[in-house]
């Protein structure tokens, strides 16, 4: 019988062979892993657990928040604020950060989240997830606030994402490549399933909401055209196209199997940059897919370099396929 690697003996052999993890963020990244267990078993209750429909109220975004984004909501903040590794933790489900009660000890570590991404595809049975990211405080900064949260993505100590689909995957990267975990029901437990993930550089696939097209900007419009045109076309070759309208699901089969995400600045709302958050949706899925070998960024520049400017700031998302993402940021840049 092969021998199952669990997420702990993975962590602790990325401690202690590879310096890559000290031991705060160690155990922060178990405990997120126990949450993100426990939004598992409400998500795979469904109906039978009451946890379908929405619970009448609106997240700061002006959003109609579901019963699941707010339990699983519950569920990471109480799973971490008394671990000692944290100072704060900030949601989309939040408007502003949530400090680790002083009953509790103060860590040196900040956790953001996206509880329940996809959240349109909760009463419809379809993939959802949870999307984090861990940042270190700022050194010497005294006590806590929204602008220790402030970093680019490249600082981000790990981030990842846990998908509830046929199988609850947790997909992590702490700097030194990507790897997935596939939770055991029985057991109970995260058996490593996938390291050293790779996207491939090249890929036939794309997942864009094309309900949005006559809003695109034109270098979106053209690349996908080409896209479109198949064969006989300037590509070469017939493309296919995804939408699970869950990111985590989208960025998962990208993982996976290679192939572009774009969630790109349209014409709806000009005022804003993207529909998708930068700090718990765009710069976690970031660092994890240029781990993979992949790229992101909003169309002209890296994602990970973008400096935030505040807490749920949103930003224009293109990732994946090195070579797609490298061709449709260069139709941005030549259009100037
Ligand atoms: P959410 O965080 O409120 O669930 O919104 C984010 C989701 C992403 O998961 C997904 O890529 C996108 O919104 C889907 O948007 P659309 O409804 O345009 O298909
Ligand atoms: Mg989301």
Not at 11 to 33: C, N, T, W
Not at 79 to 85: D, R, V
Not at 149 to 165: E, I, K, M, N, R
Not at 243 to 261: C, E, K, N, Q, Y
């Amino acid at each position: 019988m092969t021998k199952r690697i669990s997420l702990t003996q993975y962590l602790i052999e990325q401690q202690r062979l590879h310096g890559h993890i000290p031991s705060q963020l160690r155990l922060l990244i178990e405990v997120v892993a126990r949450a993100c267990k426990r939004i598992s078993i409400s998500v795979n209750k469904g109906a039978l657990g009451d946890v379908l429909g929405t619970a009448g109220s609106e997240n700061v975004q002006g959003e109609v928040q579901k019963k699941l984004d707010i339990i699983a909501n519950e569920v990471l903040i109480e799973a971490n604020e008394w671990g000692g590794a944290l100072a704060a933790m900030a949601s989309e489900e939040m408007e502003g950060i949530y400090v680790v009660p002083n009953r509790y000890p103060q860590g040196e570590y900040l956790l953001l989240f996206d509880p329940l991404d996809g959240s349109s595809n909760i009463d419809v049975n379809v993939s959802i997830g949870t999307i984090f990211s861990v940042l270190k405080k700022p050194d010497g900064s005294a006590g806590v606030s929204e602008d220790d949260f402030l970093q680019p993505g490249s600082q981000q100590a790990a981030a990842g994402y846990c998908v509830y689909g046929p199988q609850t995957t947790l997909v992590l990267t702490v700097g030194d490549g990507v790897a997935m975990f596939t939770l055991d029901r029985e057991q109970g437990s995260w058996v490593l399933t996938a390291d050293d993930v790779q996207i491939p550089a090249d890929t036939k696939e794309f997942a864009i909401n094309m309900s949005n097209m006559r809003h695109w900007a034109p270098p979106v419009k053209h690349y996908i055209d080409e896209c479109l045109a198949g064969k006989t076309g300037p590509r070469g070759k017939d493309f296919n196209m995804r939408w699970i309208a869950s990111m985590v699901a989208d960025v998962h089969r990208i993982l996976t199997r290679g192939g572009v995400f774009m969630y790109p600045w349209d014409q709806r709302e000009p005022e804003k940059a993207g529909k998708l958050r930068l700090m718990y949706e765009a710069n976690p899925m970031s660092f994890l897919v240029e781990q993979a070998g992949g790229a992101s960024t909003n169309g002209r520049q890296r994602i990970l370099d973008l400096q935030p400017t505040k807490l749920h700031e949103r930003v224009s998302v293109v990732l994946g396929s090195k070579n797609e993402v490298d061709r449709i940021t260069q139709y941005h840049l030549d259009a100037k």
